[in-house]
């Protein structure tokens, strides 16, 4: 097959796609860096000519609100356009766990908006909805950092690898449309505060965890982020990924 992955030069879609031609499909990695720019359009006709599959994983460049919205509304109504003229027969969305649980949120609701326009685009689909990445907690912890503190609330997660999302949209992106939704977690529930003390036990650099539930990207979230019972399951352990990264 061909498949196109936009966003295939970033965190999960390179890996999405180094999975994908391991397999013997036809990979295209699109991108404004490859000459793809979903928001205008460009690129997008001779990228999805023959292609059978279009993943895509690629994210808005700012996390506010208004901005996130314009991104994945105008992408998704340029892509699922172009798919329909191609006749591409599968659309695979990656989202998050929970996002439609979070209304007070700015870049939840844009990513609502953007699984409404998959469904609404005419063309067969499925969304892959991921828990936060392992590979996010850092970061996270850096933007809640007060001189040597980090200041972290207690929310329930359940981060899994950016390895097993990129495996789970590829084996989507293999698999017949199933117009509709699945879940995919890490196998274990963590509190973000101690997310944050695991990471700075393995890696210590001086600073310290402080519970605090008013603090940082996470403050205020209502516990909806790990899934239910019904989300697919990965392998890998925070703790093991941190040994290895």
């Excluded at 895509?56 to 700012?62: E, G, H, I, L, M």
């Excluded at 609701?109 to 685009?121: L, M, T, Y």
Aim: net charge negative; proline share 5%.
């Amino acid at each position: 097959m061909k498949i196109v992955v936009i966003g295939g030069t970033g965190l999960i879609g390179s890996q999405v796609v180094a999975r994908l031609r391991e397999r013997g499909h036809e990979t295209v990695a699109a991108s404004p860096s490859t000459g793809v720019d979903t928001l205008t359009g460009e690129g997008l006709a001779p990228a999805l000519k023959g292609a059978d599959v279009v993943v895509d994983v690629s994210n808005s460049p700012s996390f506010e609100g208004g901005a996130a919205l314009d991104f994945f509304t105008r992408a998704a109504r340029n892509v699922t356009e172009a798919e329909r003229a191609a006749g591409v027969r599968h659309h695979v969305a990656l989202s998050i766990v929970g996002v439609d649980q979070v209304p007070d949120y700015g870049y939840y609701r844009a990513k609502v908006a953007q699984e409404e326009a998959v469904r609404g685009g005419g063309v067969p689909y499925s969304i892959v909805r991921a828990t936060q990445f392992f590979e996010f907690v850092a970061p996270v912890m850096d933007m809640s950092t007060q001189g040597g503190e980090v200041r972290l609330p207690s929310l329930p997660l359940r981060p899994i690898a950016s390895a097993d999302v990129a495996a789970a949209v590829a084996d989507a992106a293999q698999g017949a449309p199933s117009n509709g939704v699945r879940d995919i977690a890490g196998p274990e529930v963590h509190r973000l505060d101690r997310l944050g003390e695991i990471t700075l036990a393995a890696e210590p650099d001086g600073r310290s965890v402080v519970t605090d539930e008013g603090a940082g990207l996470f403050a205020g979230f209502p516990d909806v982020l790990t899934g239910d019972d019904t989300a697919h399951t990965a392998a890998t352990r925070y703790e093991d990924w941190l040994a290895r990264h």
